[in-house]
């Protein structure tokens, strides 16, 4: 007590009733109450009154204070009635009741205005906190409403497990203008993760698993390719006869060996296929033809093709093609609108203007787009084994809509452009030299060194006046440097110097552009240049800069900024203009123009980037300028013009990809063909475990095998070239239907007399039954001779027949008749599926009578399987020889006559207009 008095500023708000209770004295109390400190009479208004307080009043207020503390400290988890009673308990009735009344209007505040006041409920200060609170809530009353709308929505979110969104708004990571963003983030996760749990594929997801399905999908895809090969061969071997059996002089096999033999004298290849239409047919199924071959060799009576292809139909006229399309049953035509028409040089340019819509357009393709043919887009490019090689074009000419691939060096562009210091001799020769001087020198240089050399060459010039110059001076390097010239003469791909006219469909790996045209000796620069100011010039252009493979070098005294587009309105020469800028400025150019969009949700494609860069490696992301990316490229620290590794998501690339093929066989494929280094990233491995798929990632890097020089090329595609084939040598001997007639072994059974006897009828029977199993199908009149010879009846007559079919009645499930010859078949057998004929030696030799029409039907498609196509005399002598007949003459020539018109009927054969008959 004596502590507190002599130290009045010990006593405290908390420890001030312990204090009044040890103050004994009248003169200890006014002693304490005159050194009481501010801040606790502050908290005294009405009772403290100095000296003059009233002590017992003061002990009371400590008292029922010290009692509602103590019932506030216990209020966790009870709701307001059991405050205010425990309250009430401590004889504070009117405040307990003070108390509810609060809590409940709180209650009634938060419900109106969605004001959340559950945040500061766990704290000890709770009734200063609230109090603060809604202080603030007084101040902002003009905002509360806006409040309450987000405290609404809040709680909308927190329903719908979407409190993330809320939290980090309070929090301060996300501000009011990517909150929508947030959001979407947030619902698109929780999306996700609804998804993935609910799809069995999707939550039990292994990348390892996944990746050796692409495996086994790969190896099945080639073992099916490879088999169809195989099949495909098989089944069109098959058709072609064996060579070594004798033929009829008429039938397609005889005319075709008597052509061989003669080395075509007096036959030209128009009659001779005329003469062997079903035979060509079978020899060459598919036939490679030029429209003007067609008309010449083909005649319009000749059996039609299932299938005709144009290829190139932009340069193709339409009235070249008609005669060739009335050829087939069904047509493809395959062209390039951005390409070029057909030469028209020497053609007669009068148009019939009464007759307008029947003219036809520039070329095929133009007439069967304005007919809105059946279109089908070929996207993929295959040539270009460099993405700038046909960047321009496809960002120019094709709206970015070619799928195009980017190579290991994507960096570095393949279009490069050379200024000679020269002029264009515009007024005489209308040559470049030094453009021409250059591109020479470059071939020669190319040729003289050993790894350059294996890349083809092809040189395209604006105009046949540089072409004519080209040439010349590049025979005269020749003659000094024949050695060069007869390495050109011996490879695969020679050097080549054409004009924009005729170089479309021509390629190499390197393209020599000289443009030619550029400013004369005065500095002056024509808008003329050839081609290019014409209509569709931008066509010429277009084939010309898309020949190359593997590099293009472009040489012109002309520089982009000369040609003034003011003074031209040609669509060509505003092309060249930007393919020179290409040229000096490389892929920038293109990027600048290009309209193709990146991937639009690269959230995972930045992440992974990030961490890669995290582990000391240059990242660059959405690689090419197609539609098609590759989502990241590692840029190799040692060479920072290539791509150490390349990343593939299942991303864009993987939704717009048509097929799995394309996805996961073809697109990587292509990739590894072009020099990357390829590793399959999954999002759904990135989710659940980042670190894992950092280290694969990291491994790839270590493991990627380092980039080599390029090679050419092959020129023609060997995937296949290696693959084995099962082979059988066909014969002439050998056949497909023919088989030896067995007879039936029943000896002698009797005298003539016992053949008569009743008791014999079973025996008899079979007899019959027996010689049926062995010999069917029969003719009824030879079994009769087979049975009567086994009881030495030597002649027939009525009562013998009587007795034969009496004993033999039903002894056949059912029989057939070929006019009035009757044949007995055997259980089992089926004259629809009957597939064989038998032949016969001269002791057990048939007549021609007692053949069924299917067996002699079956001889007939051997006979025309192996010669194709004869007449019917020809036809029936061949058919007559295959059952031991060396004449046909008699009963052998109408049986088989006969035959042949049941077979017609039945359309099994057909009879061509020529009279020749050829299988159906």
Excluded at 81 to 99: R, V
Excluded at 626 to 637: A, L, N, R, Y
Excluded at 664 to 691: A, C, E, M, Y
Excluded at 857 to 866: D, G, M, P, Y
Aim: overall charge negative; some cysteine.
């Amino acid at each position: 007590i004596k502590l507190h008095a002599k130290d009045p500023a010990s006593v405290t708000k908390a420890n001030l009733g312990e204090i009044l209770d040890k103050l004994c004295t009248i003169s200890e109390k006014k002693d304490f109450l005159r050194s009481l400190p501010s801040d606790v009479t502050a908290l005294l208004t009405g009772i403290y009154m100095n000296e003059q307080t009233d002590w017992n009043v003061l002990e009371k207020a400590v008292s029922k204070t010290d009692s509602i503390m103590n019932a506030i400290k216990q209020k966790a988890g009870a709701d307001p009635a059991q405050m205010a009673q425990t309250i009430g308990k401590a004889n504070c009735t009117s405040e307990g009741q003070a108390l509810s009344s609060f809590l409940e209007k709180l209650s009634a505040f938060e419900d109106s205005f969605s004001a959340n006041m559950t945040a500061i409920e766990a704290s000890a200060d709770w009734l200063d906190l609230s109090s603060e609170k809604l202080n603030i809530y007084a101040e902002n009353a003009d905002k509360l409403k806006y409040a309450a709308q987000f405290n609404s929505v809040d709680k909308e979110l927190s329903d719908n497990g979407l409190s993330g969104v809320s939290d980090s708004y309070r929090t301060g990571n996300v501000d009011s203008e990517n909150v929508e963003k947030a959001f979407s983030c947030t619902l698109n996760y929780q999306l996700a993760l609804m998804i993935i749990n609910s799809d069995k594929r999707l939550s039990q997801f292994s990348s390892n698993s996944a990746n050796d399905l692409i495996t086994q999908f790969k190896d099945t895809l080639d073992k099916f390719s490879r088999l169809t090969i195989q099949e495909l061969l098989a089944r069109l071997s098959a058709k072609i006869p064996a060579q070594g059996s004798a033929c009829a002089s008429t039938s397609e096999m005889g005319i075709l060996k008597r052509a061989i033999k003669s080395n075509g004298r007096m036959m030209s290849l128009r009659s001779l296929f005329d003469k062997i239409p079903n035979l060509l047919r079978k020899l060459c199924p598919c036939m490679l033809m030029s429209p003007i071959s067609v008309a010449q060799y083909i005649d319009p009576s000749f059996p039609k093709f299932d299938l005709v292809i144009f290829d190139e139909a932009s340069q193709l006229p339409t009235a070249e093609a008609a005669g060739t399309i009335a050829r087939g049953e069904n047509v493809v035509i395959v062209g390039d609108p951005k390409q070029l028409p057909p030469t028209n040089f020497f053609s007669s340019n009068r148009i019939d203007e009464e007759n307008s819509e029947k003219e036809d357009l520039e070329s095929l393709l133009d007439d069967c787009l304005a007919i809105s043919m059946p279109q089908q887009y070929l996207k993929w490019h295959y040539r270009s084994r460099h993405e700038s090689l046909i960047a321009y074009s496809n960002m120019k000419y094709y709206d970015n809509k070619l799928l195009t691939f980017p190579s290991h060096n994507d960096l570095i562009s393949k279009v490069s452009i050379i200024h000679p210091e020269g002029h264009y001799d515009k007024g005489r020769t209308k040559q470049n030299k030094a453009e021409a001087r250059a591109v020479v020198d470059e071939i020669i240089r190319r040729m003289s060194d050993e790894k350059l050399r294996n890349d083809s060459i092809g040189v395209v010039t604006f105009s046949s006046v540089q072409q004519n110059l080209i040439d010349d001076m590049l025979c005269e390097e020749w003659a000094n440097h024949p050695e060069l010239e007869e390495l050109d003469r011996k490879s695969p791909e020679p050097v080549f110097i054409k004009n924009l006219e005729n170089v479309q469909g021509d390629e190499r790996d390197v393209i020599l552009f000289s443009v030619g045209y550029g400013p004369d000796e005065k500095g002056q620069v024509s808008m003329n240049f050839g081609p290019l100011n014409r209509d569709g010039g931008w066509r010429r252009l277009n084939v010309a800069i898309s020949r190359a493979r593997k590099a293009m070098i472009v040489y012109s005294v002309l520089r982009p900024e000369q040609i003034d587009l003011s003074r031209t309105r040609s669509e060509g020469v505003a092309g060249l203009k930007g393919f020179l800028e290409f040229a000096e400025r490389g892929k920038l150019a293109v990027t600048a123009h290009s309209t193709t969009k990146s991937t639009s949700d690269s959230t995972v494609t930045e992440c992974i980037a990030k961490a890669i860069k995290e582990l000391g490696y240059g990242v660059k992301c959405n690689i090419g300028s197609s539609e098609f990316k590759v989502d990241i490229g590692i840029i190799d620290p040692n060479n920072e013009k290539e791509y150490l590794l390349g990343i593939l998501l299942d991303g864009e690339n993987t939704l717009h990809s048509s097929t799995a093929q394309d996805r996961f066989i073809l697109q990587p494929s292509v990739l590894n063909g072009l020099g990357w280094n390829i590793l399959r990233v999954w999002t759904l491995d990135w989710f659940d475990d980042k670190d894992r798929v950092l280290g694969n990632i990291k491994a790839a890097i270590d493991c990627a095998p380092k980039h080599e020089a390029e090679t050419a090329p092959p020129s023609k595609p060997a995937v296949y070239a290696t693959a084995q084939f099962e082979r059988e040598e066909a014969s002439s001997l050998t056949s497909a239907f023919a088989q030896p007639y067995v007879t039936a072994d029943i000896g002698i059974m009797g005298t003539s007399d016992d053949f008569y006897k009743p008791e014999n009828k079973q025996e008899i029977r079979e007899t019959a039954e027996k010689v049926i199993a062995a010999e069917a199908p029969i003719s009824e009149k030879l079994l009769m001779r087979k049975v009567f010879t086994a009881w030495g009846i030597t002649r027939s007559g009525s009562r013998v027949e009587s007795i034969f079919a009496d004993a033999a009645q039903g002894v056949s499930p059912f029989a057939t008749a070929d006019e009035n010859r009757v044949f007995l078949w055997k259980e089992g057998q089926s004259p629809e599926s009957y597939s064989i004929y038998r032949t016969s030696d001269d002791t057990n030799k048939r007549s021609m009578e007692d053949i069924p029409s299917e067996e002699i039907i079956n001889a007939v498609k051997e006979v025309l399987c192996q010669q194709i196509s004869l007449s019917e005399t020809d036809l029936v002598r061949e058919t007559a020889k295959k059952f031991g007949y060396t004449r046909a003459v008699g009963t052998t020539e109408s049986v088989i006559s006969y035959t042949l018109k049941k077979a017609l009927t039945a359309g099994l054969i057909k009879k061509s207009e020529s009279g020749n008959i050829s299988a159906k």
